[in-house]
T-cell receptor, first 113, second 115 residues
């Protein structure tokens, strides 16, 4: 019930290509879905987040698509750059109470030059 | 804005010693702070949640006597790993939030190595 499943585990994309990472959740009480970017030896940094009242949110090259009925959401990175090479985590939480984040298993993205 | 600082960034110590890790919110008041543990190439696992002035709430399976958390002010939380052993070696990350409905902001983590 608390799991967030993330795929793929790793991804190699050519520079300029589109990177797509998918997540699925089980708990219908979740109503906040952020994506975090983590570089080696650093903490995660918030990239973009969405709430279930919208189906898509775009910030620069990063887009979240959200499918409430399927309980799935995905991150699209357009025009991927070598500097985007990092580990990406999706997460989910409620916006009430402690609002504890449940993280996906992570996707290691490598953008080749 | 929303900067969270963690100290130290890396610590090596002998088995049996206690280690304290600090987490500070530099430009906001953190009513809630979270402590995570991350093993290599794995996801973040929540250890505990603390509200300023209250006792921490630990996740199932986390030993509260082993991992002491103090959130004495709105800008500082500490995690003390007591009588640390090699199996406690990990990457410990804190996060902070100023109020309900706002995102968590993460520190850069502390790499703990127990010899």
């Amino acid at each position: 019930q608390q799991q967030v499943k993330q795929s793929p585990q790793s991804l190699i994309v050519q520079k300029g290509g589109i990177s797509i990472i998918n997540c699925a959740y089980e708990n219908t009480a979740f109503d906040y879905f952020p994506w975090y970017q983590q570089f080696p030896g650093k903490g995660p940094a918030l990239l973009i987040a969405i709430r279930p009242d919208v189906s898509e949110k775009k910030e620069g090259r990063f887009t979240i698509s959200f499918n409430k009925s399927a309980k799935q959401f995905s991150l699209h990175i357009m025009d991927s750059q070598p500097g985007d090479s990092a580990t990406y985590f999706c997460a989910a939480s409620k916006t009430t109470g402690f609002q504890k984040l449940v993280f996906g298993t992570g996707t290691r993205l490598l953008v080749s030059p | 804005g929303a900067v969270v600082s963690q100290h130290p960034s890396w610590v090596i110590c002998k088995s049996g010693t206690s280690v304290k890790i600090e987490c500070r919110s530099l430009d906001f008041q953190a009513t809630t702070m979270f402590w995570y543990r991350q093993f290599p190439k794995q996801s973040l696992m929540l250890m505990a949640t603390s509200n300023e002035g209250s006792k921490a709430t630990y996740e199932q399976g986390v030993e509260k006597d082993k991992f002491l958390i103090n959130h004495a002010s709105l800008t500082l939380s500490t995690l003390t790993v007591t009588s640390a052993h090699p199996e406690d070696s990990s990457f410990y990350i804190c996060s902070a939030r100023d109020r309900v409905g706002q995102p968590q902001h993460f520190g850069d983590g502390t790499r703990l190595s127990i010899l």
